[in-house]
């Protein structure tokens, strides 16, 4: 299987190199960074992996909706309008699109829905995340993708991230943090009365990211258009 890259350059574009090298199944087809001409590479490559940034991401998808090239999308930050125009590339091409391709944070996402769905409001859900210093997005795309995993069970709730005045009942909310070199952690708290559960993840080894896109290119292949998720792949 041909895989290309976009954003090649980048840090997990080279990680995405390293393991595709160690692999027999997988074949490095060729990247394209900031300036080049996608187009060849699209229409060469097998499946393409993209983690770039919100603007070049839906440039891309709509190249894959065009050349009908399965796309991976590991890109965070993107605006609800953007991920319409993924929904709507989505039906000319299978495109597989996560805020993060870790196989525990996606165990994780799941295990909080089930947990939201079966705790009343009166519980609070607080969803608490650190990442290194050259995070752009903030809150993390994974943070987000949590607690839209938390209004899926419980059937609602506001995001809050800018905590002030006394907290809603139902209010998801979020707390930031950015130093160093962290990879990511991701902790989401339920509080009750007398009691707290909490469920979280940490990441220490960025190219298990890169690990979860290969493994989600693998699954993609042949599969039809539609817009799939990590979620998919796992069969959670």
Not at 13 to 39: K, R, V, Y
Not at 93 to 107: E, F, K, P, Q
Not at 137 to 153: I, N, Y
Request: charged content about 25%; hydrophobic content about 40%; some cysteine.
């Amino acid at each position: 299987m041909n895989i290309g890259i976009t954003g090649y350059k980048g840090r997990m574009g080279q990680s995405l190199i390293h393991l595709i090298e160690d692999t027999s199944d997988l074949n490095f087809a060729g990247g394209i960074d900031m300036g080049d001409d996608p187009l060849p590479l699209f229409e060469k490559a097998d499946a393409i992996i993209d983690f770039t940034r919100p603007e070049a991401t839906i440039n891309h998808a709509k190249l894959a909706a065009q050349t009908k090239t399965p796309l991976i999308i590991g890109t965070t930050g993107l605006t609800d309008e953007q991920e319409k125009e993924l929904a709507s590339c989505a039906k000319n091409t299978a495109i597989l699109y996560a805020a993060n391709m870790s196989v525990g944070v996606n165990l994780l996402m799941a295990l909080v829905e089930q947990t939201a769905a079966r705790l009343s409001k009166e519980w609070d859900i607080e969803i608490f995340e650190t990442h290194h210093h050259h995070k752009i997005d903030s809150p993390s795309g994974t943070a987000l993708a949590l607690g839209k995993s938390a209004q899926a069970g419980r059937k609602g709730g506001d995001f809050v991230t800018d905590r002030e005045g006394k907290r809603n009942e139902g209010d998801i909310g979020y707390a930031v943090q950015r130093g160093g070199d962290v990879v990511g952690e991701h902790m989401v708290t339920f509080f009750g009365a007398g009691e707290r559960l909490e469920l979280g993840h940490k990441a220490t080894d960025r190219s298990l990211f890169a690990k979860g896109a290969l493994h989600g290119a693998r699954w993609i292949n042949k599969k039809p258009a539609g817009l799939y998720s990590m979620r998919d792949v796992l069969d959670l």
